[in-house]
C-alpha cells in the first residue's frame, strides 16, 4: 500500500508534464507580390460619382469620386489592389466633347512618393457594396482659360491594374 502512495503523485506529475504543443507548420510557399494573375469570369462598373461638373481652370482642389461595382454573380477578389486608392485608376482626359483630341495621362499621384507594393486584397460582392475611390483632377490646375467662357472637356478612368481590365464612360465636363 505504501508503494501505491508513491507511485500515484509520481505519475500525476508525469500526466501533468506530458502536455503536447502543436507548432505551426511553415511552408515554403511564398507569394510573388508583383506577379498578379488575371481575372476571368468578371463583370465590374467603372462610374464618376461626383455631381459637380463644372469647375475652374487652376482649381488644385479639385477631387472626383469613382465607384468601382461588382455587376455580376459571384464575389470578385482583387489581389492587386493598391493600399494608396489613387494609384488603382489612371484618369484621362481630353479637350472638346467629341472623340477628335487625343487622351491625355493626367497625373493623380507621385510614384516616387507613394509606395507602390503596398497592396491590400479588395474584395466585391455582387450588387451589395462598391469601392469608392477619390482621385485628384491634378490636369484642372493646370488649365488656363483666359476667354471666362464655358469649355468643354471629356474624361474618362481606366484601372491601372493588371488582372482586371475596366474602363468607365466618357463623361462630359465644362471648364470656367
Same mark, same amino acid.
Given at each position: 500500500?505504501?508503494?501505491?502512495?508513491?507511485?500515484?503523485?509520481?505519475?500525476?506529475?508525469?500526466?501533468?508534464?506530458?502536455?503536447?504543443?502543436?507548432?505551426?507548420?511553415?511552408?515554403?510557399?511564398?507569394?510573388?507580390?508583383?506577379?498578379?494573375?488575371?481575372?476571368?469570369?468578371?463583370?465590374?462598373?467603372?462610374?464618376?460619382?461626383?455631381?459637380?461638373r463644372?469647375?475652374?481652370?487652376?482649381?488644385?482642389?479639385?477631387?472626383?469620386t469613382?465607384?468601382?461595382k461588382?455587376?455580376g454573380?459571384?464575389?470578385?477578389?482583387?489581389?492587386?489592389?493598391?493600399?494608396?486608392?489613387?494609384a488603382?485608376?489612371?484618369?484621362?482626359?481630353?479637350?472638346?466633347?467629341?472623340?477628335?483630341?487625343?487622351?491625355?495621362?493626367?497625373?493623380?499621384?507621385?510614384?516616387? +512618393?507613394?509606395?507602390?507594393?503596398? @497592396?491590400?486584397? *479588395?474584395? &466585391? $460582392?455582387?450588387?451589395?457594396? %462598391?469601392?469608392?475611390i477619390?482621385?485628384?483632377?491634378?490636369?484642372?490646375?493646370?488649365?488656363k482659360?483666359?476667354?471666362?467662357? +464655358?469649355?468643354?472637356?471629356t474624361? @474618362?478612368?481606366? *484601372?491601372? &491594374? $493588371?488582372?482586371?481590365?475596366? %474602363?468607365?464612360?466618357?463623361?462630359?465636363?465644362?471648364?470656367?
Amino acid at each position: 500500500m505504501n508503494k501505491l502512495f508513491l507511485f500515484l503523485p509520481l505519475l500525476a506529475v508525469c500526466l501533468m508534464s506530458c502536455t503536447s504543443e502543436r507548432t505551426p507548420k511553415r511552408g515554403t510557399f511564398k507569394r510573388n507580390p508583383e506577379v498578379f494573375h488575371k481575372l476571368k469570369d468578371y463583370s465590374l462598373q467603372l462610374s464618376l460619382l461626383s455631381s459637380r461638373r463644372e469647375f475652374y481652370a487652376g482649381d488644385n482642389q479639385v477631387v472626383l469620386t469613382f465607384a468601382l461595382k461588382n455587376t455580376g454573380v459571384r464575389p470578385i477578389t482583387i489581389y492587386e489592389w493598391h493600399t494608396y486608392e489613387a494609384a488603382n485608376v489612371n484618369l484621362y482626359y481630353r479637350p472638346g466633347s467629341g472623340d477628335g483630341a487625343e487622351w491625355k495621362l493626367s497625373r493623380s499621384y507621385d510614384p516616387a +512618393k507613394v509606395n507602390m507594393k503596398s @497592396r491590400s486584397p *479588395l474584395t &466585391l $460582392n455582387p450588387s451589395s457594396n %462598391q469601392a469608392l475611390i477619390q482621385i485628384p483632377a491634378v490636369f484642372i490646375g493646370d488649365l488656363k482659360n483666359p476667354t471666362g467662357k +464655358k469649355q468643354p472637356y471629356t474624361l @474618362r478612368a481606366v *484601372l491601372n &491594374l $493588371n488582372s482586371v481590365t475596366v %474602363q468607365s464612360e466618357p463623361t462630359e465636363i465644362w471648364i470656367k
